[in-house]
């Protein structure tokens, strides 16, 4: 009954920007990077956002649009030596497009390949990632290129894809396809388009029938048979990422390793997994055992340059030691109560015994007037007002119940148990 074609998802991979659904923001009438396109200006640009957004749909409709020569690169497989072989191929005066698939998983020497290159116009990059680029994409690089932020995908979107499909695809209009249930069909492709694409043409190859119902019980029963079932953009990735973090969190390292071999297992990016390790460090563990953000950060480090397989051993050290730590929000706390204090109170007057005095008139002013360094008095402390006026003996951090912070709590009574009743 079908045709030997392409996939679905490139079938109806957007030609103009006019196609492309949920980044108005960016392509609609009035988007940024539409006018820039249109009018032939297409600056050095990254691309950030989840799979299946159109990162790759922008980059092809640009290079059919403008009018110069366009190559492409995936960071997967190329190196520097890729990065040189195209732009030795740029003529003296001219220009090109080059669009990097992926450039997160560029490292620092090929990265740095391109700066000449594209500081001096001769190459436009454009560069696709789903990683935030400002931990992945060289400070230089991306100074040097626009970041554009593309959304995830909403039901909304995802149901005039999946109506688009149906009604303009030459195969598709051939059929009787009813969409009686929808959620598992969106749910499981993590709003990614082109997955949400690929899985609505398995499910309809797999009745091998003209008249089509969509049920979600369907859809499942077909994704677990033929895609995996760890997505790593999709529901099943927040479950996960949810489960390794609370089972930390609750000091289960059992528990965690297994969920730590299921991200393993499903082909997670091993320095979003460092990465969340270092904030449950700090959020989680805290003060109850600085060392823990020591270790975590050494592992995020690490995995950088070990990578897959090994990094799993790192990252098996790292989970099990954390969630075998003692335990505490403390100092995440404080910072959210002094955030909302100043979010309520806004921009209070520091007191003017703590202000900094560079000049003679700031001095003449009381800038500084009545300022005692702690490090002159003994025990190298002296009892004077930090805070402002209005808020005055409001305690912010109050520190865990455990060892490490009962030590941290004994020493701050010791200085501040009348004004914060430590």
């Known amino acids: ?57 922008i980059a092809n409709i640009i290079a059919n649009q403008v009018k110069v020569p366009f190559h492409t690169l995936s960071a997967i497989s190329a190196g520097v030596k890729d990065v040189r072989e195209v732009i030795s191929k740029v003529r003296p005066g001219s220009k090109s497009i080059l669009f990097i698939d992926e450039i997160h998983r560029f490292n620092k020497a090929q990265q740095d390949a391109l700066l000449g290159a594209v500081e001096k116009g001769a190459i436009t990059l454009i560069g696709a990632t789903t990683e935030n680029p400002s931990f992945e994409v060289n400070s230089a690089l991306i100074s040097r290129c626009q970041v554009y932020t593309l959304n995830q995908l909403q039901k909304e979107g995802l149901e005039k894809i999946v109506e688009q499909a149906l009604s303009s695809d030459a195969e598709m209009k051939e059929l009787d396809v009813s969409l009686d249930e929808t959620e598992a069909l969106f749910n499981l492709s993590g709003g990614d388009a082109r997955k949400l694409l690929n899985l609505l043409e398995l499910v309809i190859k797999s009745e091998n029938s003209k008249k089509v119902t969509i049920k979600n019980d369907k859809v499942v029963a077909v994704a677990q048979r033929k895609t995996v079932l760890y997505d790593k953009k999709g529901e099943m990735h927040y479950d996960v990422i949810s489960a390794f973090i609370k089972s930390i969190r609750g000091s289960d390292p059992n528990a965690a ?137 409001t305690k912010f951090y109050d520190p865990g119940q455990n060892p490490r912070e009962e030590e941290l709590r004994k020493f701050l009574r010791s200085r501040w148990k009348e004004k914060y009743g430590y």
């Open 257 to 393: 390793v297994y969920y730590l071999a299921r991200m393993i297992e499903g082909g997670e990016d091993v320095k979003f997994i460092a990465r969340r390790l270092v904030i449950l460090a700090s959020e989680d563990i805290g003060n109850a055992n600085p060392t823990a953000l020591v270790m975590a950060t050494s592992a995020f480090q690490a995995v950088n340059v070990i990578g897959y397989p090994e990094a799993r051993i790192i990252l098996s050290q790292c989970v099990t030691y954390l969630a075998s730590s003692a335990k505490s929000n403390a100092s995440y706390q404080a910072i959210n109560e002094a955030q909302r204090e100043i979010q309520k109170s806004g921009d209070l007057s520091i007191p003017m015994q703590i202000r900094n005095a560079p000049t003679k008139l700031m001095k003449e002013k009381g800038y500084g007037q009545g300022y005692q360094y702690a490090h002159a008095h003994d025990g190298n402390f002296v009892d004077i007002e930090f805070l402002p006026e209005e808020i005055a003996g």
């Open 1 to 57: 009954m079908f045709q030997d074609t392409s996939p679905l998802a490139e079938r109806m991979r957007p030609r103009h920007l006019s196609e492309l659904i949920g980044q108005e923001h960016l392509v609609g009438e009035n988007g940024v990077l539409r006018k820039a396109i249109e009018g032939g200006r297409v600056p050095s640009m990254i691309l950030w956002g989840p799979p299946g957004t159109g990162k790759t749909t």
